[in-house]
C-alpha cells in the first residue's frame, strides 16, 4: 500500500500506524481519531513481521453525532447500566453534553454484532433483547423513564444482562455509533444511613466520620467483594484503570 496514502504521521483524515502490544489485540493510540473527520475509513493492515501494510475490506464510520451515553449522571462511551427500575438514561450530542436532543431523535439498544440498519435486527416494536426505538423527553437529551424501566425491569426487563450497541436515528435511517451499553445485575443499587434515593441509584454520602454504606442485590452478598468510589467530572473514567498502560499510551501520541 502507498505510504502517500496511509503515512506514518497523522492527518485529518488519516489516523497514523496503530500499534498492538497486548494480548487481547487491543489498539493503542485509539485516541488520535478525535481529530479526524467524520466520515468512512478503509482499514489496513500490517502483521509484525511484515512491512507492507494491505487493504483488509474491512471499513470504521467515524461519527461525530452521538457522542457518548449518560447513565445516571456518568457519562461514557462505554456505559454500564443496573438491570431495575428508576435509571436515569441520556445522550450526548457533543464533548459538554449541553445541547438537547431534536423531536425526531430514536435510539434503540441491539445485540453487539447485529446491524443497526436492518430492521429485522433493529425492529420498531419492542422483543427480547430488542428494545425497540426509544424517544427522549421533548427539550432535552433524557429517554423517558417508563420506556427505560421497560428496558430493565428485573427479570421481566426485555435487555438480559449482557452487552448492547446503540443505535441512533435523527430522522433518517439508524447507524452504530460505536456505543455501547452493558446492563448487568452485579449491583443494583446503594443504601446510605438506611435511605434509597431514586431506589438506591443516585444517592448522596455526606463528608464526615459514621457514615453507612452498604449495597444491595438479588442474591446474598460475598465475602471478598469489594466498593470504591472514584471522582467522574464527564471524564469516561473506567473502573479497570490500568495506570502503566497510559503511560505507555500516552508516551506514543
Known amino acids: 500500500m502507498d505510504m502517500y496514502d496511509n503515512p506514518i504521521n497523522r492527518t485529518m483524515d488519516v489516523s497514523r500506524h496503530m500499534r498492538s502490544d497486548a494480548p487481547d489485540k487491543t489498539l493503542l493510540n485509539v485516541?488520535?481519531?478525535?481529530?479526524?473527520?467524520?466520515?468512512?475509513?478503509?482499514?489496513?493492515?500490517?502483521?509484525?513481521?511484515?512491512?507492507?501494510?494491505?487493504?483488509?475490506?474491512?471499513?470504521?464510520?467515524?461519527?461525530?453525532?452521538?457522542v457518548a451515553l449518560v447513565v445516571n449522571s456518568v457519562s461514557s462511551m462505554m456505559a454500564n447500566v443496573p438491570k431495575t427500575v428508576g435509571n436515569k438514561v441520556a445522550y450526548c450530542l457533543e464533548k459538554d453534553c449541553l445541547q438537547n436532543g431534536l423531536d425526531t431523535d430514536r435510539l434503540s439498544f441491539i445485540g453487539a454484532d447485529l446491524s443497526c440498519s436492518d430492521m429485522n435486527h433493529n425492529p420498531e416494536k419492542g422483543s427480547v433483547d430488542k428494545r425497540g426505538y426509544l424517544a427522549p423527553v421533548k427539550d432535552t437529551r433524557v429517554l423517558q423513564s417508563s420506556e427505560v424501566d421497560i428496558l430493565l425491569n428485573g427479570e421481566r426487563g426485555i435487555l438480559g444482562s449482557r452487552v448492547f450497541q446503540e443505535c441512533f436515528s435523527r430522522g433518517g435511517p439508524f447507524f452504530t455509533t460505536g456505543l455501547t451499553l452493558r446492563v448487568h445485575d452485579e449491583i443494583l443499587g446503594l443504601i446510605t444511613n438506611e435511605i434509597m434515593p431514586h431506589n438506591g441509584l443516585r444517592t448522596a454520602l455526606p463528608n464526615s466520620t459514621g457514615a453507612i454504606l452498604a449495597y444491595y442485590r438479588n442474591t446474598q452478598g460475598i465475602v471478598g467483594k469489594a466498593l470504591s468510589l472514584i471522582w467522574d467530572q464527564t471524564e469516561n473514567r473506567k473502573c479497570d484503570f490500568v495506570w502503566k498502560r497510559k503511560q505507555h499510551t500516552d508516551s506514543n501520541k
Open 31 to 66: 485516541g488520535r481519531v478525535l481529530s479526524m473527520s467524520p466520515g468512512l475509513y478503509a482499514v489496513c493492515f500490517r502483521q509484525g513481521t511484515q512491512t507492507l501494510f494491505f487493504l483488509t475490506g474491512i471499513t470504521v464510520e467515524i461519527q461525530n453525532i452521538v
